[in-house]
């Protein structure tokens, strides 16, 4: 089936809104953090560890994918639910992103065919079209895939962009055309940066196309501003049907993630919770800390005393910080278990606030809280 | 309370036997193998997961938890248990191992006081002494501390050995007399090489100083031929006392463990599974394959089909092949799932054939597969 959303309730001062997503895999509350599998694998977790932390639906990369271990390995293994043994919902991204981020020595080609590029892995040379993004995704077997868009960088131009939307909006037209699976659905995406009128268009347009799903996009490529950010949202949000669930695309910042609620977005996705969580860094309730940070070496607290955790609930600081300091993997599956599912605490929280109409006091109260930075 | 071990059957054509130990966590069957938390961690695995492959005892190394984070800060957390989550009884080495084979440019200064080396961290200076080991053996609170001694190269000459010997018993004896934790069982090791009148002595001196168990060590250093390893069980076992636990050190090779349960060895230990997990490795009942190999790439059947492991359960060598080759952490994680869980089910069927008065017979049976080799 394609996924349904259906609107509960609309917060009554904010856009925020609380609904369901029913999936191929099961009904999930939104607004939902989505944690972020890349290589068919949330790094360093097992799919229980994935989710205990209440996890719905997961993000797998259709670029890394394609070129690692192929699309035809995971068709023949039964498609990704069953390659990676997670038996809930998947969303694959088109691809576009990586090839934009990752081409080796950042070179590509686009023409009205798609993009041509060199692998990042081995240098060679590819070319990821609208429909070939398509058809991996097909193969994948992912319950939503994404169209291919162009992600242009946060320093394009008005007069760039206008052109780059109308390419995507021809490119989405394409890969629509192509996409046949009656159990994926496919979602738009709106570009068009901080520029009202452009965003207004590209909503207005890819919507008429009618997709299961409208995701905002060129809001977490390369350094845009916070305000570029909520520019995207609030101009697109408007021309988006209440009726089809909006995606933030790589958005995971836990303030990111308050304002795009706000503003009317469902879900979220984002490396964040898993990448800085390698790195030593953890979520909590009054800032982000470093558990790497000599302060920790004999504190026999949790990570965050607010956090209902597998790792807050058995581990203390001072054990994740020896992990951490000698290089054990278990260090970064620790903290990627907490800070996946402090996020997804952080939207259960959003969700109640919505249904109580006060996410805006909710909001003043972490924020408050989350500044204190004891860090 | 101390460790005690229990004979239960002594299988009748070799010297194999099968007992019970208990412990402040529990009674277990032996033989058993142990994996290895070297760092207060089994690499990249959670308590839960070590505990799923029917773990028993878990190995902790003194020297690297010496030198992080410190005997200090772990008996601030409670011990070792309580530090890194294991409710499971756990057994620290003396340190003596690591200090001869890991000290900076592998130098280091034996004198009768203890040796002296350069961290391999930092390359400070530093002093283990018998005293200074068990002193930290006691405050990281493991179940079962290992005494001091000297482990000589493989090449090491007869001569050598003797004096070796005679320092390590003085060492035992100094460490002996600083042990006070009624809580910790202490073990003797047994020095000698494969010399018969060298582990002779070194056996009956060593058991003269009553211990709570005996190791035989020297058998994995550096090099060791199968041969000389046999040959150190045999001249040590008849000297050792039948109601105490025996423990063959830092070995964890299929084969290895067969052998030395056939010569009345109890427990055993060894990095051997985790380490070679990591690499891509994994022990099947047709011998060890490597999942890095090509032949893999759509192989939908598990590691090993007789395995019962959460791996072998959930997940195919394709999927393996793949976190495997594009160096996921999972990959890691579930290979040494499957490895510890492969040495420890090989121990559940030593048990039974010892039962059976059959042991002979099992191993016959599992070399020919063994042997196969079809990776």
């Given at each position: 089936?394609?996924?349904?959303?259906?609107?509960?309730?609309?917060?009554?001062k904010t856009?925020?809104?609380?609904?369901?997503?029913?999936?191929?895999?099961?009904?999930?509350?939104?607004?939902?953090?989505?944690?972020?599998?890349?290589?068919?694998?949330?790094?360093?977790?097992?799919?229980?560890?994935?989710?205990?932390?209440?996890?719905?639906?997961?993000?797998?990369?259709?670029?890394?994918?394609?070129?690692?271990?192929?699309?035809?390995?995971?068709?023949?293994?039964?498609?990704?639910?069953?390659?990676?043994?997670?038996?809930?919902?998947?969303?694959?991204?088109?691809?576009?992103?990586?090839?934009?981020?990752?081409?080796?020595?950042?070179?590509?080609?686009?023409?009205?065919?798609?993009?041509?590029?060199?692998?990042?892995?081995?240098?060679?040379?590819?070319?990821?079209?609208?429909?070939?993004?398509?058809?991996?995704?097909?193969?994948?077997?992912?319950?939503?895939?994404?169209?291919?868009?162009?992600?242009?960088?946060?320093?394009?131009?008005?007069?760039?962009?206008?052109?780059?939307?109308?390419?995507?909006?021809?490119?989405?037209?394409?890969?629509?055309?192509?996409?046949?699976?009656?159990?994926?659905?496919?979602?738009?995406?709106?570009?068009?940066?901080?520029?009202?009128?452009?965003?207004?268009?590209?909503?207005?347009?890819?919507?008429?196309?009618?997709?299961?799903?409208?995701?905002?996009?060129?809001?977490?490529?390369?350094?845009?501003?916070?305000?570029?950010?909520?520019?995207?949202?609030?101009?697109?949000?408007?021309?988006?049907?209440?009726?089809?669930?909006?995606?933030?695309?790589?958005?995971?910042?836990?303030?990111?993630?308050?304002?795009?609620?706000?503003?009317?977005?469902?879900?979220?996705?984002?490396?964040?919770?898993?990448?800085?969580?390698?790195?030593?860094?953890?979520?909590?309730?009054?800032?982000?800390?470093?558990?790497?940070?000599?302060?920790?070496?004999?504190?026999?607290?949790?990570?965050?005393?607010?956090?209902?955790?597998?790792?807050?609930?058995?581990?203390?600081?001072?054990?994740?910080?020896?992990?951490?300091?000698?290089?054990?993997?278990?260090?970064?599956?620790?903290?990627?278990?907490?800070?996946?599912?402090?996020?997804?605490?952080?939207?259960?929280?959003?969700?109640?606030s919505?249904?109580n109409n006060n996410i805006l006091e909710y909001r003043q109260k972490f924020i408050e809280?989350?500044?204190?930075?004891?860090?």
């Amino acid at each position: 089936m394609k996924v349904k959303y259906s609107l509960l309730h609309q917060e009554e001062k904010t856009n925020a809104r609380y609904g369901i997503i029913e999936t191929n895999y099961g009904t999930y509350e939104t607004p939902m953090f989505m944690p972020v599998g890349t290589r068919a694998t949330v790094k360093g977790l097992t799919p229980e560890q994935v989710k205990e932390t209440k996890a719905g639906i997961c993000l797998a990369n259709t670029y890394h994918l394609w070129l690692r271990p192929g699309e035809n390995i995971i068709d023949h293994a039964g498609g990704l639910h069953r390659f990676m043994n997670y038996d809930g919902p998947i969303l694959t991204d088109s691809g576009g992103f990586q090839v934009f981020s990752l081409a080796k020595n950042k070179k590509k080609d686009i023409t009205e065919e798609g993009v041509q590029f060199k692998s990042h892995i081995d240098g060679q040379k590819l070319l990821l079209t609208p429909e070939k993004s398509i058809e991996i995704q097909n193969k994948l077997d992912s319950d939503i895939a994404m169209s291919f868009d162009e992600c242009p960088p946060a320093s394009a131009t008005h007069e760039y962009l206008k052109n780059s939307i109308e390419r995507t909006l021809r490119w989405a037209r394409r890969g629509k055309q192509v996409h046949k699976n009656p159990n994926q659905s496919l979602f738009g995406i709106v570009q068009g940066g901080p520029y009202k009128d452009l965003r207004k268009y590209s909503a207005i347009e890819t919507v008429k196309m009618d997709f299961d799903g409208y995701s905002i996009g060129g809001v977490a490529n390369d350094g845009e501003s916070k305000e570029d950010m909520y520019k995207a949202i609030d101009y697109s949000i408007p021309y988006l049907p209440k009726d089809k669930i909006r995606y933030l695309m790589g958005v995971g910042d836990p303030l990111d993630i308050i304002e795009g609620v706000i503003r009317g977005v469902d879900i979220f996705d984002c490396v964040l919770p898993t990448r800085i969580a390698r790195h030593g860094q953890a979520f909590t309730r009054r800032g982000k800390i470093n558990l790497h940070n000599a302060k920790f070496i004999k504190d026999l607290t949790p990570v965050d005393l607010e956090c209902d955790c597998y790792t807050c609930r058995n581990y203390t600081k001072s054990y994740i910080r020896h992990l951490i300091t000698t290089e054990e993997m278990l260090g970064g599956t620790l903290l990627s278990i907490h800070n996946i599912r402090f996020l997804i605490k952080l939207t259960e929280e959003l969700r109640e606030s919505i249904k109580n109409n006060n996410i805006l006091e909710y909001r003043q109260k972490f924020i408050e809280q989350y500044n204190k930075q004891d860090a």
